[in-house]
């Protein structure tokens, strides 16, 4: 597990298996500072990640406290297995201390594992800390565009 150096505090970091009230009231608290325009997933939300055998819902705890989290989502397409990191948020007030490098680096090592020809994520270029850990990471910025059609 990794130790935050400056404060010699524990960082783990594990697979949500099940859907605990402490891990509904987490989400509540932490995609709010993950998304203005998403609500929390709630107790059913979360259990279907929890269930979904093609995603890891990844948490990160300080002192057993729930202060982030990770999705990995991998899929099968005609060019072989791809893997996206997706919602990956960090606690303001824990922020900076090697959190979201832990997350990363665990979905990294999920997806090697699963065979995963490549792992891409999209970071808002406004998130400069979150950027430069993807590039410290070895993640390539692509030349690419990225269109969303909204529902």
Do not use: C, H
Request: glycine fraction near 8%; proline fraction near 5%.
């Amino acid at each position: 597990m990794p130790t935050d150096p400056e404060l010699a505090i524990e960082i783990a970091i594990e697979i949500a298996t099940t859907v605990s009230d402490e891990l509904v009231a987490a989400f509540d608290r932490l995609i709010p500072q993950l998304s203005s325009s998403s609500p929390p997933p709630g107790r059913e939300g979360l259990q279907s990640i929890v269930d979904d055998r093609d995603s890891v819902l990844y948490v990160a705890r300080i002192g057993g406290q729930v202060v982030g989290s990770l999705t990995l989502a991998t899929y099968r397409i005609p060019t072989g297995l791809k893997a996206w990191i997706e919602d990956v948020v960090v606690d303001e007030a824990a922020r900076g201390r090697g959190i979201g490098e832990a997350l990363s680096v665990a979905a990294l090592e999920e997806a090697r594992r699963r065979g995963a020809k490549d792992l891409n994520l999209t970071s808002r270029p406004s998130r400069e800390v979150a950027n430069r850990l993807y590039l410290r990471l070895g993640f390539q910025l692509r030349d690419t565009n990225v269109y969303r059609y909204d529902f």
